[in-house]
C-alpha cells in the first residue's frame, strides 16, 4: 500500500460491540434492512441479539408515530445477553422514526437521518413544532444528515424507473451504508437480492446499484472519519445459523416429528405472534407433517386433540386469546389425558392489547385458567434458540406421562434472533411411544406404575373398543361415575400425576454467580438475556449475587425450594406484575421481591441492576 | 376403507353394557337402535367404527355404543373428528349431535365441517329444545315458543338445519324422523356409502319438554298429508290417498291434485343434481314455508373430492417432489442446517 492510498484509506476502529436501531415508516422496509444487516452480522461470526418492533396495522398512516417500525440489533465480539439497552446508532428515516426513538439513542451517538423525509408535512405528523435537525440535537449527538432519498434517486437517475420503486429502494441505500460503516460483507444481501428478483433484472440492477451506492457513501464522501469492526465472536465452536425464536419452534417440532415417529397435526388459527409457526411448519408436508387452519381456535385445538385420539401428536399455536379460547378443550385434554402441545406466544394484554408486542403475562393463565382443579405441565423457552430444545422436552412430557404441556414463548423470543449452534442429529433425545395393542387386562384409565400414564390406545385396534369423555370417569374402568369418593380420587391423581414428574426433570442451577449469597435473580423466559447481562454487571461490581431460570413452570424443579433458601433475598424480574412471584411466594412462603415493567418491550438491563442493588442496600 | 364382504357381526355386537339413561320413550331410543341395526351390515370392523359426540342428550350415544368413542365438550365434536380422520383416514367417523350443539353453540363447525367435505357423517338429533338443561327453546324452536327461558315467547326466527347443510355445499343431505325407523335405517345405510360429509337431521321426540313437536309427520292420521317421502328420479307424491303432488312454479312449490292427471307436470327428485337449487327448495319445504309437506329421504347426494382425499394427495404429492429433489429439505438433518451457516472453530 503507498504512501498516498493509506492516506485515502478511512481508519477502521475495532470496538468490542455495537446497538444500532434502523427506524422509519411501515413501508420503508425497515424489517427487512434489520434482517438482512443480521444475517451479514451473523455470518462475520459476532454475537449478536435482535428485537424487531413494529406496529399491529399493517399499513399505519404513513409518516406518522404509529406506524414506526423498527429493527434493533446488539452485536459484539463477546458473548452477549440482550438486544441491548441504549443505541450507538439510529438511522432514522422520517420525523416520526426520531420522534420515537431519539430517547433510546446515547448521549454523543451517532444520528442518521434521511433529511428528504423531513418535509412540513411528516414533521407534523410527527408532532414536531420544528425541524428537530435545527435545534440543539447537534450538541447532544453526531448528527449525520444524509438525503437519502435523493441520493437514491441519482444513483437510479439513468434507469427510467417509476418514482415509487426508486423510493421503495432508499432501505437499500441505508444498509449499505451500515454494511460500511460496520464493515460487513455485503454478500447475503447481494445473494438474496439476486435469488428474490430472479425474474425481474431490472429492478435487481437497481437495488444492487442502490445498495452499493450507500456503500460507498460513506466509503467516499467525507461524511464519516472512520468506520468500526467489531471482531467475530468466542462461541462454542460448532456450525450455527441465525434463528429467531418461531424458527426454532418450528424445527423443535419437526425434531419431535421425526424422534418420536408420530404424524404431527398442528391445528391452527391465525394470530399474532404465533401465525409464522403455522405458515413455516406448512412447509413440511413433504415430511408428512400435518397442518390445519381451523375456523377458530377452538376447532384448532379440538382437531388437535382428535389427532392425538387417533394416534398422532397434537399440537396447537396461539397467543394468549387463543389460550382464553382453548381452556375447555385444554380441560378435556386434561382430564381424557391426551398427549398435546399448546404453543402461547404471549402478547401485551389484557383483551386484544399489544398484539405486536412482547409480555409474559399469561403464566397464571396457562397454570389455572380452567375449571376445576385441572393441572398441565408447562416449560418456558429463554432465548430464541432455545425454543428448540424446550419443544422437544415438552413432547417428551407430553408423550411419556400422557398430559397436554404448555410451551411458553412470548413477542420477543418469537420474532427477535441471535446465533443458533445446530445440534447434531445423533445429540437429540430419542423418544420412546408405546400403543397398547393387547386386549387382555387393558382398561382405559388402568395406569403405569411408574408414570401414573393411562395407556394409548388407537380407534382402529382390535378389542380395545373404549369411550373417553369430559364427564368424570371411575379411576381404572373410566366408565362415568359421579360417586363422591371416585371424584376426590380422580382428582387427587391427576394432580399427583403432573406434580410427579419433578422427579423426571433437571434441577435448577446458578447461572452467574456462587451456589450461595446475598442475592438470587430469579426468571423464566424470555427475561434470560436482560438477568444474565444484569447479574454479570453486579458480580463485576462485587456484589454476591446469583441468577438461575425456570425452564420449568409446573411443576417446578425438585429442589427449587431448598435452592432458594441459599440466597437471603430473591429478584424476581419478569414483563408482568409478578406471576412467578405469586406462584413462589404461594409454594415456598419466601419473600421474594419483583421488578416489574409492563411495556411491551424486554426488560432493560439497567432496570435489573438498579432494582437489584436496591434490594441489596434494603 | 377396508371393507370385507360379509359381515360376521349382529346388532348385539354394537350394544354397550352401560345403563341408558336417556328419558323412557325418548326418541334417541329409536336412533340408536337403528344405528345398531345398520352398522353391522356395513362390512367395516368393528373396531374402525368411532361415535364423536359433544353434550346434549343426545351426545351421551357414544356411551350406549360398544364402539371406540368420544363424549367431547359443548358443540364441538366436529373439530375432534376432524382431527381424528386426518390421522387415521381408515375409520368410519360418526358424530352425534343435537340442535343445540350442532347449531347454536357449535354452528361455526358445523358449516365449516361441511364445506370442507370433511369424511364423516353426521347426525344431528333435532327436538327443538335443550333437554339436558331442562327445557330452554333451542334454534330450531319455533317462533313464538314458550318455554323456561321464553315465557312470553321465543322472538327469535328458527334456523333450518337443511338449509344450513346446503347453503355450506354439503354433499350428502337427509331428513328422517324417529318412528319412521325402517326410513331412517334406510337413509343411515346410504349415508354410511356416501364418501364424504353425509348430514343427516333426524327429528326426534322429546317427550319431556317438547312432546309432539312432530305429531304431523309421525301420526297416524295426519302424516301423509303432512310429509313427502323423495326419492331420486322418482315424483313427489303425497298424501294419504297418493292424490297430491309439489310442481314447481319457478322456484316456488306448490301442491297439485294428482288425481286429476297432473302427473306431467309433478316435479321429478334429482339428488344428484350439481346445482343445489332442487335441494334447497325441497328442504325448506314445510319448514320455512308453510302449507307444503315436510320432505323425507335425501335431499342431495353428490360426488366430491373429500377433505381426507385432498389432504393426503397433496402429502403424496409432496413427498414425491422432495424425493425428486423438487423441494430444498428433506431430513431432519438438512433442515436443520439450512440457510446460511457458519463455522466457529
Ligand atoms: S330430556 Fe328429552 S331428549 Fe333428553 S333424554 Fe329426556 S326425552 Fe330424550
Known sequence: MTLTEEKKEKKIETLEEATIRFAGDSGDGMQLTGGQFTNATAIVGNDLSTLPDFPAEIRAPAGSLAGVSAFQIHFSSKEIHTPGDILDVLVAMNPAALKTSLKDLKPGGMLIVNTDAFTETNLKKAGYEENPLEAEINQKYQVFPIEISRLTQLALEDMNLPGKVVDRSKNLFALGLMYWLYTRPMDTTIDWLKKKFSKDPVILEANLKVLKAGYHYGETTETFISNYEIKHAKLLPGKYRNITGNEATVLGLVAAHELTGLTMFLGSYPITPASDILHELSKYKNLGIRTFQAEDEIAAIGAAIGASFAGGLGVTTTSGPGICLKSEFTGLAIKTELPLIICDIQRGGPSTGLPTKTEQGDLLQVMFGRTSESPIPILAAATPGDCFETMIEAVRIAVKYMTPVFFMSDGYLANGSEPWRIPQINTLPKIEVKFRKEADGFYPYLRNPDTLARPWALPGTPGLEHVITGVETEQITGKICYDPQNHDAMIKIRAKRIAQIENDIPDIKTIFGESKGDLLILGWGSTLGSINAACEQLLKQGYKVANAHLRYLNPFPKNLGEFLKNYKKILIPEINLGQLRLLIRAKYLIDAQGFNIVGGQPLKVNGIVEAATKLLKA | ?345
Open chain 2, 1 to 345: 376403507m377396508a371393507i370385507s364382504n360379509q359381515s360376521q357381526y349382529t346388532k348385539a355386537d354394537f350394544e354397550s353394557a352401560n345403563d341408558i339413561r336417556w328419558c323412557p320413550g325418548c326418541g334417541d331410543y329409536a336412533i340408536l337402535s337403528a344405528v345398531q341395526g345398520v352398522v353391522p351390515a356395513l362390512g367395516i370392523p368393528k373396531e374402525k367404527f368411532v361415535f364423536i359426540s359433544g353434550i346434549g342428550c343426545s351426545s351421551r350415544f357414544p356411551h350406549y355404543m360398544s364402539c371406540y368413542g368420544f363424549h367431547t365438550i359443548h358443540g364441538r365434536a366436529l373439530t375432534v373428528a376432524t382431527g381424528v380422520k386426518s390421522i387415521n383416514p381408515d375409520l368410519s367417523v360418526w358424530v352425534i349431535t343435537g340442535d343445540g350443539d350442532g347449531l347454536s353453540i357449535g354452528g361455526n363447525h358445523l358449516i365449516h365441517a361441511i364445506r370442507r367435505n370433511q369424511d364423516f357423517k353426521i347426525l344431528l338429533f333435532n327436538n327443538r329444545i335443550y333437554g339436558l338443561t331442562k327445557g330452554q327453546y333451542s334454534p330450531t324452536s319455533e317462533l313464538g315458543k314458550k318455554t323456561k327461558s321464553t315465557p312470553y315467547g321465543s322472538i327469535d326466527n328458527p334456523i333450518n338445519p337443511a338449509s344450513v347443510a346446503i347453503a355450506s355445499g354439503a354433499t350428502f343431505v337427509a331428513r328422517t324422523v324417529d318412528k319412521n325407523v325402517k326410513h331412517m335405517m334406510e337413509v343411515l345405510k346410504k349415508a354410511a356409502a356416501h364418501k364424504g360429509t353425509a348430514f343427516i337431521e333426524i327429528y326426534q321426540n322429546c317427550l319431556v319438554f317438547n312432546d309432539n313437536a312432530f305429531e304431523g309427520f309421525t301420526k297416524k292420521d295426519v302424516k301423509d298429508d303432512h310429509s313427502v317421502y323423495i326419492e331420486h328420479g322418482k315424483p313427489l307424491i303425497f298424501g294419504k290417498n297418493h292424490d297430491k303432488a309439489i310442481k314447481l312454479n319457478g322456484f316456488h312449490p306448490e301442491v297439485i291434485n294428482a288425481a286429476n292427471g297432473n302427473i306431467k307436470e309433478t316435479l321429478v327428485h334429482n339428488e344428484h343434481a350439481d346445482d343445489r337449487g332442487l335441494a334447497y327448495v325441497l328442504g325448506q319445504m314445510g319448514v320455512e314455508n308453510e302449507g307444503l309437506p315436510v320432505a323425507f329421504g335425501v335431499l342431495r347426494q353428490i360426488e366430491q373430492p373429500t377433505y381426507q382425499e385432498r389432504l393426503f394427495e397433496q402429502e403424496k404429492l409432496a413427498k414425491e417432489k422432495s424425493l425428486s429433489g423438487g423441494l430444498p429439505q428433506q431430513t431432519l438433518e438438512q433442515i436443520l442446517n439450512a440457510g446460511d451457516t457458519w463455522m466457529v472453530k
